[in-house]
Structure formats: structure tokens, C-alpha cells
């Protein structure tokens, strides 16, 4: 009977060297990767909403690994006004070794005090926080861009390479604002029906049929209430 438990026993710790291990040798590997790209600020100001989600898209690559990590960015970027730090972010990414928090923290120090929301242990909190500080905005900036979104002009009569590319404009306008607090659904669909308005006739149409719900961008809530959620979930 000793001697079956002492068998087990060794066996069990076997194992358990074996897993240490690999965990080091995993930790090891994943310490001399490549450096992610940093983000940093702009003319002294926090970098734009498109910046950020490119550089969001990129650590997601880097960081591709890390359990946990591609589902919450994902999920982030389709819907940042839907979830809560406590509830939806905080331990949702194996980290138990701090290497991708580490990794993080080395391409954000340019942006971390404005945008890291003081975060030192948690990778995805981290990421959260300056994903909100980049949609959120401070005030001045939010009204400038929500007023660069609502004045812009007509697509001009032209090629389809001339739509597409005043399309783009107008999508890269909106990602600067939607999630601001600023924008609504009728200041989306009033620009809709201006910038297309050679469509006139298929906007009209479509407009009626439209589901906003879920787009996240506020739902009609007052400039003064920028903090209101949208969609809840992902």
C-alpha cells in the first residue's frame, strides 16, 4: 500500500515538473516575440478611433496566442459600449504569467497615462481601457468630430471608383463619432440621405426598413450623457 502511494506520488510530481516545464519554455517564447506596434499620441492628443482599432487588429495578431484574447478584442470592437470592465473583460484572457500584460504595457507608454485607465495587471482590461479612451473622447474633440460627420458634403455624380471612395470618407467620419455619445440614429440617417442623395430614391426605401438597434452609437442620448450604453452583449 506505502509503496503504491509513494508510485503515485512521484508519478504526480513527475507530472507536475513536466507541466512547469513547458510553462516556462511557453513563457519563454512568448517573452522574446516580436514587439507589437505602439500607439502613440497625435499632435498631443490621444490617438483617433481609427488608429486605435488598427493597432487594436494588430495586437490581436501578435497576441493571437494568448487564450481569450482574439474573442474579447473581437467583441470589444463590435461592441464597446456593451460590456462592463467587471463583468465582460477581467479574466477573460489566460495571462498567468503577465508576459501578454507585459507586451501590452511596452507599445502604450506614449498613450498610457491618458488612456491605460492606471490598469497593471490585467492584458484585457488594459485594452478595454484604451479602446474607451479612444471612442469616449474628450469633449472638444468628441464635437469636433460629430460636427466634421454631420457637414459633410454630397458624393459628387461620378465613377463607382468616386462613390467608393466617398463611402469610405463618410465610414471613416461615423467611426470617429458613433460610439461618442454625439451621434444618433437620426443624425446617421439624415447624413445617409445627404452623402447618398443621388440615391435618394433607394435610401428612402431602405430607411424605413433599418434596425438600429445594436449599432451601439448612443440610441439619441443627450451630448451630456456620454457615458449611455448601447447594445448590450457582442
Known amino acids: 500500500m506505502a509503496q503504491t502511494m509513494a508510485s503515485e506520488l512521484a508519478e504526480a510530481l513527475a507530472r507536475s515538473q513536466e507541466a512547469s ?3 516556462l519554455i511557453e513563457a519563454a517564447k512568448r517573452a522574446n ?6 500607439l502613440e499620441l497625435q499632435g498631443g492628443s490621444n490617438p483617433s478611433v ?9 495586437v490581436k495578431v501578435g497576441l493571437k496566442d494568448y ?4 474573442a474579447l478584442v473581437d467583441c470589444m470592437l463590435k461592441n464597446p459600449r456593451g460590456m462592463t470592465p467587471e463583468d465582460d473583460v477581467a479574466g477573460k484572457v489566460v495571462d498567468p504569467m503577465g508576459a501578454a500584460h507585459s507586451h501590452g504595457m511596452a507599445s502604450i507608454q506614449d498613450v498610457y497615462e491618458d488612456m491605460g485607465g492606471g490598469e497593471e495587471e490585467d ?3 488594459l485594452l478595454y481601457n484604451i479602446w474607451q479612451a479612444a471612442i469616449g473622447k474628450v469633449r472638444q474633440q468628441a464635437a469636433k468630430d460629430y460636427t466634421g460627420f454631420v457637414t459633410l458634403q454630397a458624393i459628387p455624380t461620378g465613377s463607382s471608383a468616386v462613390l467608393l471612395a466617398g463611402h469610405k470618407r463618410w465610414e471613416e467620419a461615423l467611426e470617429e463619432t458613433r460610439f461618442s455619445g454625439w451621434c444618433d440614429e ?9 452623402i447618398f442623395q443621388r440615391f435618394g430614391p433607394r435610401v428612402a426605401i431602405a430607411k424605413p426598413a433599418c434596425s438600429w438597434k445594436g449599432w451601439g452609437c448612443g440610441h439619441g442620448q443627450a451630448p451630456e450623457d456620454p457615458e449611455g450604453a448601447g447594445a448590450q452583449g457582442c
Open 67 to 70: 487564450e481569450g484574447l482574439v
Open 33 to 38: 516575440r516580436n514587439p507589437l506596434p505602439t
Open 50 to 58: 481609427k488608429v486605435t482599432k488598427v493597432w487594436l487588429e494588430k
Open 123 to 125: 492584458v484585457g482590461v
Open 186 to 194: 437620426d443624425a446617421i440617417l439624415d447624413s445617409i440621405e445627404v
Open 21 to 23: 516545464a513547458k510553462a
